[in-house]
């Protein structure tokens, strides 16, 4: 019997497909941008879900495994409505977990969402307003020393550099902060 192999790669910023039948070529989907709206501690957290947990679902964590499968359809949902251009829907499951973390004093976690919300901001083209989540989830890592994560709103920033260019750039960044861009901002986007 022959097998089949579906893989999913990952770099950087996009996706890609590809099938292979048997010991034929794969064939390859054109890469596509992708976002994720998760920190280290939700990767952490799937991780345990998808290689431990799921290996023996009985008995270990169950509260655990449930608040993780709630989370896993929340985001889920998130994500294919952003990728599907509903922006509307993709906007109101980001804002409900973003309520969520910030009723739960959970800064940290709620700074992903306000990148994700400035990722469905910047799709739309309400470039302030996207700028005014990325900067907030980039202060959010910058507080917490998470590097990591703050380049991900360094990219969407980055990204706002280039679609606006330089000097509408400082313009929005100054109503957006109430201050001048700042020549370490500059270098880092």
Known sequence: M???YLRITHQDSSVRLSWQRAQT????ADPISFH?????????ELRWYLEDFLKFPYGIEPDKAKKTEDRLQQWGMGIV?????RFEEAEALYR??????????DTYHAAGDYHQLGRVAQL????EEAMSYFVQALGTYIRFEDGYM??????????????LGEAAFESTWEQVTGEPLSDEIRELI
């Open 2 to 4: 022959a097998r089949n």
């Open 25 to 28: 070529q794969p064939r390859f």
């Open 36 to 44: 994720h709206p998760f920190d280290r501690d939700a990767l952490d």
């Open 81 to 85: 409505a952003e990728e599907q251009r």
């Open 96 to 105: 409900q977990a973003l309520q969520i973390y910030e009723a739960a004093g």
């Open 124 to 127: 739309q083209r309400r470039f």
């Open 150 to 163: 703050a380049e991900y709103p360094l990219r969407g920033l980055a990204e706002l550099h280039q679609e």
